[in-house]
T-cell receptor
Framework: KAGVTQTPRYLIKTRGQQVTLSCSPI?????VSWYQQTPGQGLQFLFE???????NKGNFPGRFSGRQFSNSRSEMNVSTLELGDSALYLC????????????FGSGTQLSVL | EDKVVQSPLSLVVHEGDTVTLNCSYE??????LLWYKQEKKAPTFLFML????IEKKSGRLSSILDKKELSSILNITATQTGDSAIYLCAVDLSQIQGAQKLVFGQGTRLTINP
């Protein structure tokens, strides 16, 4: 069974640009959540989607947005990039909820120059 | 503001030693506390603890929640070099049954020297 797949694995952007990251959950998983990991702030929750609906949202500015498609694949978008957005963005999926079956992808490493 | 604090932030021990990692939390609407191991990039699930206070065990790892002290410990006995990783503590704050909203601590970087 394939794991959670995130693309791209690495990304370099400049300030002011926008970026879209993709996450393909494990087959059959309907919940997808996104996290930002930085050395200073650690892992921070961005949002969670289930059946194309956002169920929870973290404390991030409106520049961070996401969506989920009918096949459960999810994308997150960051507009007007800032240097502080440089981070590892992790996606996690689970069947319907429940953390024992929450699996993380290997992340997208975003560098903003 | 919801807060999860882990200590120590870094720990170096010799193979065979026993270690105890700490996690304390100040949150509203506590549901459960989770421990993850992050070796490279993808954290992997270790334990989920609730206010029941029941200890969880898996091989050389064990964990328990103290709801009065608002804290949890993760014990690793007879450590091996493969235990070297960042150990993350997280608290589930979702108010929606089945939904996810984890608040993580900074993590403890554990290094096991042979």
């Amino acid at each position: 069974k394939a794991g959670v797949t995130q693309t791209p694995r690495y990304l370099i952007k400049t300030r002011g640009q926008q970026v879209t990251l993709s996450c393909s959950p494990i087959s059959g998983h309907r919940s997808v959540s996104w996290y930002q990991q930085t050395p200073g702030q650690g892992l921070q929750f961005l949002f969670e989607y289930f059946s194309e609906t956002q169920r929870n949202k973290g404390n991030f500015p409106g520049r961070f947005s996401g969506r989920q498609f009918s096949n459960s694949r999810s994308e997150m978008n960051v507009s007007t990039l800032e240097l502080g957005d440089s981070a590892l963005y992790l996606c996690a999926s689970s069947p319907i909820g429940g953390y024992e079956k929450l699996f993380f992808g290997s992340g997208t490493q975003l560098s903003v120059l | 503001e919801d807060k999860v604090v882990q200590s120590p932030l870094s720990l170096v021990v010799h193979e065979g030693d026993t270690v105890t990692l700490n996690c304390s939390y100040e949150v509203t609407n506590f549901r459960s506390l989770l421990w993850y191991k992050q070796e490279k990039k993808a954290p992997t699930f270790l334990f989920m603890l609730t206010s029941s206070g029941i200890e969880k065990k898996s091989g050389r790892l064990s964990s328990i929640l103290d709801k009065k002290e608002l804290s949890s410990i993760l014990n690793i006995t007879a450590t091996q070099t493969g235990d070297s990783a960042i150990y993350l503590c997280a608290v589930d704050l979702s108010q929606i049954q089945g939904a996810q909203k984890l608040v993580f601590g900074q993590g403890t970087r554990l290094t096991i020297n042979p």
